[in-house]
């Protein structure tokens, strides 16, 4: 029984910045590859950002360098700090927990919805 919960999304004008947090229930949290996805209408969704168990980040090249991914493990949370947010990222991010060799989604969270715009 995994639930996977998003918070901090919202509205912010271009150029600001959110951070997003998802806390992870379940067990053995720690050994899971964590990722957040995104989507906007009519667009594919895709993977913004991805972390391993050991904490190997990977980004879209999209966010590289504008965004960051974290977990805190005590916490069973893992985080995406999003600097100099574009129109462009305007989207619903989800939470994606992955197994212990990769981050290929296994449950999903409802969503947060964050709109860039001015």
């Known amino acids: 029984q995994v639930q996977l919960v998003e918070s901090g999304g919202g509205l912010v004008q271009p150029g600001g910045s959110l951070r997003l947090s998802c806390a992870a229930s379940g067990s053995m949290f720690s050994i899971y590859a964590m990722g957040w996805y995104r989507q906007a209408p009519g667009k594919q969704r895709e993977l913004v950002a991805g972390?391993?168990?050991?904490?190997?980040?990977n980004y879209a090249d999209s966010v590289k360098g504008r965004f960051s991914i974290s977990r805190d493990n005590a916490k069973n949370t893992v985080y995406l700090q999003m600097n100099s947010l574009r129109p462009e990222d305007t989207a619903v991010y989800y939470c994606?927990?992955?197994?212990?060799?990769?981050?290929?989604?296994?449950?999903w969270g409802q969503g947060t919805q964050v709109t860039v715009s001015s």
């Open positions: 972390i391993t168990s050991r904490g190997l980040t």
């Open positions: 994606t927990r992955g197994d212990m060799f990769d981050l290929t989604p296994r449950y």
